[in-house]
């Protein structure tokens, strides 16, 4: 017990010689096929990976990738690549980005057939499928990696298991964030994820990427926050009915309630409020903005944009810091003093 | 710096409230092909994972195997899985095993490419090879962890980059154990692996799989530590060369000395350092010798036997310590205090 204080605390006093950049969440619904079992969306993975060299890499838009990926690729008995490529390079400098990403198709079935989240130790079927789990969610783990090597990101996957993530009755026990920064400090991308991690009360649980975020986003103080998902941001109810209406900007206060800015219809408010709760039901909005509210709340701006848009690039590239272009769709939580 | 020393004494001190029974190397060449780039040796994996369940799992040599991994099959749309068989069952206990595998095909082409063991973060290409190398690395590892689950072993993948493992001119420097030693409390079995990681000195280096297995041994103790390799055990010169002889038993002094007691050919040790010393220049039996007796100078048995074969199932179960059959083959390395 006294070890764990201890992680608690040093993750509590962050060093950083470089300031974090941006908090990148790949929603798991963005990049994996929600329908299929353990399917990557290759499509939407491949132009997320692009644009997030882009908005890390500078002067990277143009000019030859030198992928990172060296995986001999299946069918092919050698593994192709020069040298000579990397030697001509000067060395890229990537501005620190913190990626974790959800889980989708993958990890699904075996946490839910098995309770992972409910824990227990005593039943086997709870250890096997916690076993289960992490295979599913590091699997992703190495394609998303690897997805983002190959655009030239130096990404390293972390799991948090490993790196020491464990929960009290689902809440982040300890978190010993010194590899993550030591990464940063490298010029590496760390890459989390959501994990099935030891819990003090329930043996184990699921820590999904979202808690994962709150919880970086609280100790590493990144400038912005981006959720990557698969709609255009927040709406006044699910986005599949008709007359959903797209909320663009929302305030939040030091008390932590929050109120939509745009758009501005005078009923959006109390509209929201009640839709919300509706839908709420099957988890979703309400648990969104709640999350995102309490990022905004440390100042810290968050957008919640479709992936693999030109909307998703102008909010990791940091253009929407300090202003609001008319035509950019997504939905940006940010904290308000009055 | 600090934070650095405070893990270092923190590894030093680790409790357990079980003891480690034994820690196992699979030795690269013996699970992967050595001549086929990323290509697992799935005979010998399979093997070594249903031997590694007879030795950790009391009674499971019979019954049914309860799979742990519960991946989608290519080309299957379903997982096929069936909750009941879980319910049924007792909980079985393994008793506690840590592995430590290396990398054999993987990894090698993409550090040797780059030259990560040298660092220096100055050269894109050896941050490239750095992200290339654990993407081999951890990819073999998933592919290990998903073998022992298949068995019904309750494995777990540590990286050691993500676990907090870093050098200091190659020399370990921190190594927090608190998450192997975690998951071993919680029945579970880490399985560590040779990896890219950071260093003080030269910004990053390889860390292999013999030097973990060294410095776990010294801080958790184990009862046993066996080297799964692919021949039968050390022997006195190559063994392709005619005339080789398997060396059975040497014996280790307080001060690190060490000879031959079986076979007792009496100018046997002398034959053994010329040939040994010959043999070294590239890499090879005397690091093995050398690394496997500063283990057994802790008071622990280091049997090196080939992996897959009934000598290994007799190392692993523990069935050696304290007799030494005749019909053993294989390298036992004791600590002996005469």
Same mark, same amino acid.
């Given at each position: 017990?006294?070890?764990?204080?201890?992680?608690?605390?040093?993750?509590?006093?962050?060093?950083?010689?470089?300031?974090?950049? %941006?908090?990148?969440?790949?929603?798991?619904?963005?990049?994996? %096929?929600?329908?299929?079992?353990?399917?990557?969306?290759?499509?939407?993975?491949?132009?997320?990976?692009?644009?997030?060299?882009?908005?890390?890499?500078?002067?990277?838009?143009?000019?030859?990738?030198?992928?990172? *990926?060296?995986?001999?690729?299946?069918?092919?008995?050698?593994?192709?690549? +020069?040298?000579?490529?990397?030697?001509?390079?000067?060395?890229?400098?990537?501005?620190?980005?913190?990626?974790?990403?959800?889980?989708?198709?993958?990890?699904?079935?075996?946490?839910?057939?098995?309770?992972?989240?409910?824990?227990?130790?005593?039943?086997?079927?709870?250890?096997?499928?916690?076993?289960?789990?992490?295979?599913?969610?590091?699997?992703?783990?190495?394609?998303?990696?690897?997805?983002?090597?190959?655009?030239?990101?130096?990404?390293?996957?972390?799991?948090?298991?490993?790196?020491?993530?464990?929960?009290?009755?689902?809440?982040?026990?300890?978190?010993?964030?010194?590899?993550?920064?030591?990464?940063?400090?490298?010029?590496?991308?760390?890459?989390?994820?959501?994990?099935?991690?030891? *819990?003090?009360?329930?043996?184990?649980?699921?820590?999904?990427?979202?808690?994962?975020?709150?919880?970086?986003?609280?100790?590493?103080?990144?400038?912005?926050?981006?959720?990557? +998902?698969?709609?255009?941001?927040?709406?006044?109810?699910?986005?599949?009915?008709?007359?959903?209406?797209?909320?663009?900007?929302?305030?939040?206060?030091?008390?932590?309630?929050?109120?939509?800015?745009?758009?501005?219809?005078? *009923?959006?408010?109390?509209?929201?409020?009640?839709?919300?709760?509706?839908?709420?039901?099957?988890?979703?909005?309400?648990?969104?903005?709640?999350?995102?509210?309490?990022?905004?709340?440390?100042?810290?701006?968050?957008?919640?944009?479709?992936?693999?848009?030109?909307?998703?690039?102008?909010?990791?590239?940091?253009?929407?810091?300090?202003?609001?272009? *008319?035509?950019?769709?997504?939905?940006?939580?940010?904290?308000?003093?009055?």
């Amino acid at each position: 017990m006294e070890e764990k204080s201890d992680k608690t605390e040093q993750s509590g006093s962050v060093h950083l010689t470089k300031s974090i950049r %941006c908090i990148v969440k790949l929603g798991g619904a963005a990049i994996t %096929c929600k329908n299929e079992l353990e399917t990557i969306n290759e499509e939407n993975l491949k132009m997320v990976s692009s644009q997030l060299r882009q908005s890390m890499i500078a002067g990277s838009s143009s000019g030859k990738v030198l992928g990172m *990926d060296w995986s001999k690729k299946s069918g092919e008995p050698e593994i192709s690549f +020069t040298v000579d490529d990397f030697e001509d390079q000067p060395v890229a400098e990537s501005s620190p980005f913190v990626v974790v990403h959800g889980a989708g198709s993958f990890g699904h079935f075996q946490a839910s057939k098995s309770g992972v989240h409910k824990g227990g130790w005593n039943r086997p079927l709870v250890k096997a499928g916690f076993v289960a789990t992490r295979i599913s969610v590091t699997n992703l783990n190495l394609e998303i990696v690897r997805a983002l090597a190959r655009e030239g990101i130096p990404s390293i996957g972390m799991s948090p298991f490993a790196c020491g993530w464990s929960t009290s009755e689902r809440n982040v026990a300890s978190a010993d964030l010194s590899v993550v920064t030591k990464a940063i400090e490298s010029g590496l991308v760390p890459v989390l994820h959501g994990d099935a991690v030891l *819990d003090d009360l329930l043996d184990c649980t699921i820590l999904s990427g979202d808690v994962i975020i709150s919880h970086l986003a609280a100790h590493l103080k990144p400038d912005y926050v981006v959720f990557l +998902t698969d709609v255009l941001g927040v709406y006044d109810r699910p986005p599949s009915e008709p007359n959903a209406i797209l909320l663009r900007e929302i305030a939040v206060a030091e008390d932590g309630s929050w109120s939509v800015v745009r758009p501005t219809l005078q *009923d959006m408010n109390t509209r929201v409020k009640t839709s919300v709760a509706a839908h709420d039901t099957t988890g979703g909005m309400m648990t969104k903005i709640g999350e995102a509210a309490m990022i905004a709340k440390l100042g810290i701006n968050v957008y919640i944009v479709k992936a693999a848009t030109s909307h998703a690039l102008r909010a990791l590239s940091g253009e929407l810091q300090g202003e609001f272009p *008319d035509d950019w769709l997504g939905t940006l939580i940010r904290f308000s003093s009055k």
